[in-house]
């Protein structure tokens, strides 16, 4: 028996997430046999370990095989994994958009917050940390332009609150910010290009959103829309 294995998911499902840079989840990543084993042992269980290179943390989820006989059939299935409402699955995916999305791209151009100027390595440089790289949104601006649309003031605090136990997003006074499961437990690349080119195609149409710097708690304004076809559930 691989005691490390054990250790691992279980500090995982008491944690729910733990660090990338965690001593025994960078022997996950980087060793092959220790990996096999940890998969080994949650699709025992119908679990898999979640895991991006433009995350923080890693955490576990259901295995897609056993979904549908966790969450019914197709004609029954549950509409996501938390329990949300669809007013808070449609908040979610917005937070997602505006906060993961941009996020992905500084990684990608090596830009942290602090910077304003690609970095002169390019590819050759490691992908920038979440924490370097992440912008909060205003809670101001994104009630003033989705109150209306999604439950008012009273609707929004309370899908916020759902969203910031289950670990979704962090807030700081005024500022909305990534937690440690919003790049984990969303399908990039199954959403991006519904979300750029479908539903919030007239957000990213616009001159750049005025934005938070993840470490600091002032806050600036941010801009967003939606409409009910922001709706689409995580994994």
């Known amino acids: 028996m691989n005691d490390d294995a054990q250790i691992l998911i279980a500090r995982l499902l008491t944690h729910q997430t733990l660090r990338r840079d965690d001593k025994m989840v960078k022997r996950a990543l980087s060793d092959e046999a220790f990996r096999i084993e940890v998969d080994k042992r949650l699709l025992e269980s119908g679990l898999k370990l979640l895991d991006n ?125 990534e937690g440690p499961l919003l790049d984990l437990m969303m399908d990039t690349d199954l959403l991006k290009e519904r979300i750029i080119n479908g539903a919030l195609a007239d957000v990213f149409k616009r001159a750049p959103l005025a934005a938070v710097p993840r470490k600091v708690d002032a806050a600036n304004d941010a801009v967003v829309e939606t409409t009910d076809d922001a709706a689409d559930t995580p994994n």
């Open 53 to 177: 290179v433009y995350a923080d943390h890693v955490t576990i989820a259901l295995h897609r095989n056993v979904e549908p006989k966790i969450f019914g059939a197709k004609d029954i299935w549950q509409n996501n994994n938390f329990g949300l409402t669809r007013d808070g699955v449609a908040l979610l995916v917005v937070l997602w958009a505006q906060i993961i999305l941009p996020k992905r791209e500084r990684q990608e151009t090596h830009v942290t917050v602090a910077d304003d100027q690609t970095d002169m390595f390019g590819q050759d440089a490691p992908i920038p940390r979440a924490e370097d790289t992440s912008i909060g949104i205003s809670y101001t601006a994104l009630l003033s332009d989705f109150g209306d649309k999604l439950g008012k003031k009273t609707r929004m605090d309370m899908n916020l609150g759902v969203l910031s136990k289950l670990g979704f997003i962090e807030r700081r006074g005024d500022v909305i910010l």
